[in-house]
């Protein structure tokens, strides 16, 4: 098998924007590869690994010593030291290694009293078939980090092109809204049923006591859709347990501001009263209905059907009078053209002049299709080169 080309040029046809073709780079970086450990696999991955080891240990001493033995730097202390060193080398590569009569014949010509660099030049010239051997393997291993770098280059791509194809779906679908479509008849039954519902979960917890709150609140984790914050564990057994429990959370948040003297004739333990109340009094402030309320955009009609059901479960536990305003919402998937009116919507509060001007001006269906069709052919690749 020939050594491919490393000049080789992608195919025009198939180049992305910047003329280099993702695929037939990976598909070059695999043939190198694949050429390269052929020529180790035809002397023997573990010899060359020995040969390597060798030619480096003994490489490196002509590369340490050359400058203090050559020419006027050269002393005989100091040439018996690097003689003596390359003995030791020597009788650490064993007879078995490849070339090891070029490393004696190399050892041969150092056994001198001085040197010029023109030793060295010759000792190296020697060596140049263990060189060109060790050479191999050395391709090998850079041939083989640049494909594993191509390889995850293009499973970057890869991740990159899937999120360029959400965005381009998001505006491909968001670009074919009807923005004349009535969205009011989406709007105005979510904004009353959110009102009605704010109102009813005020009023609840401003006269509810704090621990039936609590206890209703700690029910809601069986509903998945209704994200409310649990009640901290110990806020939660505190008011179940003492009897300023039965009051409600405005008049324990009043409390949380008294000083201990004035807060002794309100709760039997102003102590624990401070760090199970006042301590979490936070939870108190932020818990409103939001978690009960419909949004806006709302959501498809698959999720608002699901969020209405467990809706209806929770709020009959305290505000029954609420689920007929809920029952309205909830109609709006099978009485209204609900998927348009919701595109429309999505369309109106998403989309930003950028994308506007985009949908405006250039073929985003031509564009999703290319971008489809290059992660296709790129994970095709990805199965065909495998990680080596």
Same mark, same amino acid.
């Given at each position: 098998?020939?050594?491919?080309?490393?000049?080789?040029?992608?195919?025009?046809?198939?180049?992305?924007?910047?003329?280099?073709?993702?695929?037939?780079?990976?598909?070059?970086?695999?043939?190198?590869?694949?050429?390269?450990?052929?020529?180790?696999?035809?002397?023997?991955?573990?010899?060359?690994?020995?040969?390597?080891?060798?030619?480096?240990?003994?490489?490196?001493? &002509?590369?340490?010593?050359?400058?203090?033995?050559?020419?006027?730097?050269?002393?005989?202390?100091?040439?018996?030291?690097?003689?003596?060193?390359?003995?030791?080398?020597?009788?650490?590569?064993?007879?078995?290694?490849?070339?090891?009569?070029?490393?004696?014949?190399?050892?041969?010509?150092?056994?001198?009293?001085?040197?010029?660099?023109?030793?060295?030049?010759?000792?190296?010239?020697?060596?140049?078939?263990?060189?060109?051997?060790?050479?191999?393997?050395?391709?090998?291993?850079?041939?083989?980090?640049?494909?594993?770098?191509?390889?995850?280059?293009?499973?970057?791509?890869?991740?990159?092109?899937?999120?360029?194809?959400?965005?381009?779906?998001?505006?491909?679908? &968001?670009?074919?809204?009807?923005?004349?479509?009535?969205? $009011?008849?989406?709007?105005?039954?979510?904004?009353?049923?959110?009102?009605?519902? +704010?109102?009813?979960?005020?009023?609840?917890?401003?006269?509810?006591?704090?621990?039936?709150?609590?206890?209703?609140?700690?029910?809601?984790?069986?509903?998945?859709?209704?994200?409310?914050?649990? @009640?901290?564990?110990?806020?939660?057994?505190?008011?179940?347990?003492? @009897?300023?429990?039965? $009051?409600?959370?405005?008049?324990?948040?009043?409390?949380?501001?008294?000083?201990?003297?004035?807060?002794?004739?309100?709760?039997?333990?102003? +102590?624990?009263?401070?760090?199970?109340?006042?301590?979490?009094?936070?939870?108190?402030?932020?818990?409103?209905?939001? @978690?009960? $309320?419909?949004?806006?955009?709302?959501?498809?009609?698959?999720?608002?059907?699901?969020?209405?059901?467990?809706?209806?479960?929770?709020?009959?536990?305290?505000?029954?009078?609420?689920?007929?305003?809920?029952?309205?919402?909830?109609?709006?998937?099978?009485?209204?053209?609900?998927?348009?009116?919701?595109?429309?919507?999505?369309?109106?509060?998403?989309?930003?002049?950028?994308?506007?001007?985009?949908?405006?001006?250039?073929?985003?269906?031509?564009?999703?299709?290319?971008?489809?069709?290059?992660?296709?052919?790129?994970?095709?690749?990805?199965?065909?080169?495998?990680?080596?």
């Amino acid at each position: 098998m020939s050594t491919p080309d490393p000049d080789r040029e992608a195919d025009p046809e198939r180049a992305d924007a910047d003329g280099v073709d993702p695929v037939a780079e990976l598909e070059v970086a695999h043939e190198r590869v694949t050429a390269a450990r052929e020529r180790v696999e035809q002397i023997g991955k573990s010899d060359l690994e020995r040969l390597w080891e060798a030619y480096e240990s003994f490489v490196d001493l &002509l590369d340490r010593y050359e400058p203090q033995v050559t020419g006027d730097e050269g002393d005989f202390q100091t040439i018996v030291e690097f003689q003596s060193q390359l003995d030791a080398t020597m009788n650490r590569i064993h007879e078995d290694v490849l070339l090891f009569e070029t490393f004696e014949e190399a050892d041969e010509r150092l056994q001198q009293r001085y040197f010029k660099t023109s030793d060295f030049d010759a000792v190296r010239e020697q060596l140049a078939p263990v060189a060109d051997l060790v050479e191999r393997l050395e391709e090998h291993e850079r041939v083989l980090d640049a494909y594993r770098k191509r390889r995850r280059e293009t499973e970057r791509t890869v991740r990159e092109l899937g999120r360029e194809i959400d965005e381009l779906d998001r505006l491909v679908q &968001l670009g074919e809204a009807d923005l004349a479509a009535p969205s $009011e008849r989406l709007r105005e039954p979510i904004a009353a049923y959110n009102d009605v519902v +704010g109102a009813a979960f005020a009023e609840y917890r401003r006269q509810t006591p704090a621990r039936e709150v609590l206890a209703w609140l700690s029910a809601t984790r069986r509903y998945p859709l209704i994200e409310y914050e649990p @009640p901290p564990e110990s806020l939660r057994a505190y008011v179940a347990e003492r @009897p300023v429990g039965t $009051e409600p959370i405005p008049t324990l948040l009043e409390y949380a501001e008294y000083s201990r003297g004035k807060l002794e004739h309100y709760v039997d333990d102003p +102590g624990r009263f401070e760090n199970a109340v006042a301590g979490r009094k936070s939870y108190f402030v932020r818990l409103d209905a939001e @978690p009960l $309320e419909i949004g806006w955009p709302p959501p498809a009609a698959g999720l608002l059907e699901y969020r209405c059901r467990e809706l209806t479960a929770v709020l009959n536990r305290f505000a029954p009078a609420v689920v007929e305003q809920l029952r309205t919402v909830a109609a709006l998937p099978r009485e209204t053209d609900y998927d348009r009116l919701r595109e429309s919507v999505l369309a109106e509060t998403e989309l930003t002049e950028e994308e506007r001007e985009r949908i405006a001006t250039e073929d985003l269906a031509d564009e999703l299709a290319a971008a489809r069709e290059t992660r296709r052919r790129l994970r095709a690749a990805l199965d065909e080169f495998p990680v080596l």
